[in-house]
C-alpha cells in the first residue's frame, strides 16, 4: 500500500479512477481512516463506484450506522450501492432494516433477491424466504442454494431436500448444502448416501461429513474419510483433532497434530487452541512448551484465545507463575484472557491474587461477566475465602448487567460447604426453590456434606441427585463414603448394593506422570505398562516399610480404595525414576 500510495501521489493528472483505485485498496487492506481521509480529499473526482467503495468498507468493519449515513448522503446510487447496503443490514442482523430498504428499491436484480431472500432464511423466517424465493422473476443457483441451506438450519431437511430435487441445475455448493443439511440434523446416513452420489466432491464435502460424524460422536467413521482423503487442509486436521479431545483421546490428539506439521500444514487459531487443550488435559509440561515455541514463531501469538490457551495450559501443568508471565506479556487483552487468569488463580487456590487481579482488570476498564464471577467464586472457594466470597456474590446479585446462573449458585454452595456451613447452604437452596434438575447446586452440598461427614444433608443432596441422574455412580459413592466415615457400614453396605442392583460400576482412577518426554498413564489395578512389574514390587515393599514404622492408615477419610490406589501406583514410578 505504501508503494501504490507513492505512486498515486507523484501522478500528475488524477482521475476518478485513480481516486476510486486508491480509495479501494485502503479498504481492501482494512485501512479505513486512510480510505476515509482520501475519500474527503477526492472532491469532484468521485463517483457512485467511489462512494459505493467506501460503504462496503463500513460495512465490512461492522459499522453499520456510519455506513447508513454514508449511503443517505450519496448523491447517486445504483443497483450495486443498494445490494450492499441491504447486505450490511443483514449481516448486522439488522432484518427489518434490509427488508425495508429491499422494498424501497427503484430497481432490483438478481443478487437483490438473492440478499433478502438468505437474510430472511438464515434469520429463522422461513416462510417469509420462501414466498420471496417464489416472486424471484428468474431464479438462479444461488437463489435454489438459499432456500436449500435455509430450510436446513431451521430444521426443516425433508423440505429443503425437496427444493434440492427440483433444482434444474446444481453446483458444487449446492450439493455441498444439502449434505452440509442432512449432517447438522444428525441424519448422517443420509447425508453419506448423498456424499456418494456427488459428482464433484471437493474438500469441503468431505470435511462437512467429517464434522458430522465428529458432532454425532462417531469417530470411527470420522477417522474412516480422514484416511481415504487424497488432499487434506488445515480444516481438516484441526476437525479431527478437536474431536479427539472432545472425545478425551488427548494423546491421539497429539500424535495427530505431530503428522499434521509433518504433512507441511500450517495450524490456525483452531489447530493451536485445541491442541494445547490436549495438552492442559494431560499435564504435559514439556510437550506444551514445545507447542508454546511452534506458537511464538506464528502471527497467532498475539491472538486473545491462543493466549487464553496457553496460560490455562501452563497453569494445569502446575506453573501458575508462567502462566501469569504470558498473561503480563500479552499486549491485547481482552475479557477472555482476564477471565482466564482469574480461572487459573482458582484452580490453584489462590484466591487473593484472584482477588487483586478482578481489582486490576476494573481498573483497566473491563466489565466482569458472569464468567469471571464464576472464576472468583471458585478462587474463594479454594482458598477458604469465606466473607470475600460472600461479598462477592452479593455484589452480583446487585449487578443487573450479570445473569446468575446456578453455577453461581453452585460456587456459593461449594463456598459454605468448605467452610462447614453446610446448613446455611441448604437453607439458601431451599429458599431459591431449586429443582432436582440443579445438578451442580446439590452436588457442591453433596460434596460439602462429604467433607463434614453430615449424613442429614448428604442425604438430602443425594436423593436429589438420584432423581436427576438415577445412572449417576459418583453419587451413590458419596453418599456411601459418608456413611462409612460415621462408622454406618449397613447403610454404607446398602448403598453399594443398590448400585450393584442397578449394574452401576464407579470409573476407575487414573493417574500420568510425565518421564522423559513420555506421559505414562496408570489405571486402577492396570498392569499393562512395561515396568508394571517391578512398579508393583517395589509398591509391595514401600507398604512393609510404612507398617514397620508404625503407619496406620486413615480410615475415617472418604477416600476411595480406587482413587487411592491409582495414586500409590504412580508414586513408586516416580521414585524410582528419580533414584535411576
Known sequence: MAHARQLFDETPHKDVISWTSMISGYVR????????????????????????ALLSGYIRSRRIREAEALFGRMPEKNVVSWNTMISGYAENGLVDEACEL??????????????????????????EAYCLFERIPQRDVISWTSMVTGLSQNGRVDEARAVFDRMPE??????????????QN???????????????????????????FIQNRDLKRARELFDNMNEKNVITWTTMITGYVEDEQNEVALKMFLEMLIDGVKPNQGTFVNVLAAVSNLAAFLEGQQIHQIVSKTIFQFDTFVSSAIMNM????????????????SDQKDLVSWNGMIAAYAHHGNGQEAISLFREMHQNGFKPNDVTYVGLLSACS???LFDEGLNIFKSIMKDPSVEVREDHYACLVDLCGRAGRLQEAASFIKGLKIGPSATCVWGALLGGSNIHGDMQIGNLAAKKLMEAEPNNAGSYMLLSNIYASAGRWKEAAKIRLKMKGKGLKKQPGCSWIEVGNRVHVFVVRDKSHIDSERIYTLLHDLH???KRTGYVPATNHSLVEDELMAMEVVLPFRLENNHR
Open 29 to 52: 487492506c482494512g485501512m479505513l481512516r486512510e480510505a476515509r481521509a482520501l475519500f474527503e480529499r477526492s472532491d469532484s473526482e468521485k463517483n457512485v463506484v467511489t462512494w459505493t
Open 102 to 127: 429491499f422494498r424501497r428499491m427503484p430497481e432490483r436484480n438478481i443478487v437483490s433477491w438473492n440478499t433478502i431472500v438468505t437474510a430472511l432464511a438464515q434469520s429463522g423466517r422461513v416462510d
Open 170 to 183: 446444481r453446483n458444487v455448493v449446492s450439493w455441498n448444502a444439502m449434505v452440509s443439511g442432512y449432517a
Open 186 to 212: 444428525s441424519r448422517l446416513e443420509e447425508a453419506l448416501d448423498l456424499f456418494v452420489k456427488m459428482p464433484e466432491r471437493d474438500i469441503i464435502s468431505w470435511n462437512m461429513m467429517i464434522t458430522g
Open 314 to 329: 501452563y497453569s494445569k501443568c502446575g506453573e501458575i507463575g508462567t502462566a501469569r508471565k504470558v498473561f503480563d506479556l
Open 382 to 384: 479454594h482458598s477458604g
Open 544 to 546: 512393609d516399610k510404612m
